[in-house]
């Protein structure tokens, strides 16, 4: 009984390894933004307005159309492509004010917390996500 136990929890352990490493690969694989490689520091005593909930930044520059930053909260930030996923140019850039993005071509509208998913179309796929991690007063974007 305990041996079926132990291998029945091995089992499930590697059913779940491959269940998420399959989910997170989709989020790069399945990315519609063309790659551009990003490995950027921003010092956030600089950039105070990011220690407010809420707020959001522009980067233009690096990524395909510039870099989205929001701040979820002091020290958790996801960052984005600002490049709108509905027809994939750099000059058709989301616009962000707070939480909303908004696409300077067709209008489409995304929510910046909780994955760049659209809330108005035409747009159906979410933002490009970037990786963030938070070093010694450092927010670090890479991809
Ligand atoms: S290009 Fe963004 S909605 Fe049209």
Redesign the pocket.
Known sequence: MRFQAENGGKILGLLLFFLLSSVSCDKEQNSIIPYVPVSISLNLNIYNELSVPGNSIFLPGPGFAGIIVYCEMPGSYTAYDAA?T??ISPT?RVVNDGVQGT?S????QFILMGGGYPTKG??AKPLQQYHTSVVNGSLRIYN
């Open positions: 709108c509905y027809e058709c696409c071509c067709c209008g489409s035409p747009a």
